[in-house]
């Protein structure tokens, strides 16, 4: 589990790159946790979340570790703040 981070700076950056990658005018907090990634309002795709998954580690300074996401479900925002403040270990 990381450390120095916490869960509101962890849900700002999942929330401002999921907006991001669905390319809407909207802030953080326009968007509840329970929204889903792939609805009428965020439209993220396979080859988009690999590309978050990037981002969140170079806008957090962690790595998530290939293995953290085998056999897990990601339907909304939430589903992704949660395996980052799980599983995300900081740079070495």
Not at 31 to 60: A, H, Y
Not at 62 to 79: I, M, Q, S, W
Request: glycine share 6%; charged share 30%; net charge negative.
């Amino acid at each position: 589990m990381i450390t120095g981070l916490d869960r509101d700076a962890v849900a700002e950056s999942v929330k401002r790159v999921v907006i991001a990658e669905s390319r809407l005018p909207l802030r953080p907090a326009d968007i509840p946790d329970d929204e889903p990634l792939n609805g009428d309002v965020l439209n993220v795709n396979s080859l988009g979340f690999v590309g978050m998954l990037v981002r969140l580690e170079d806008e957090l300074d962690v790595v998530l570790p290939d293995d953290l996401f085998v056999g897990r479900a990601f339907k909304t925002v939430h589903d992704l703040i949660e395996v980052v403040l799980l599983g995300a270990e900081p740079l070495r």
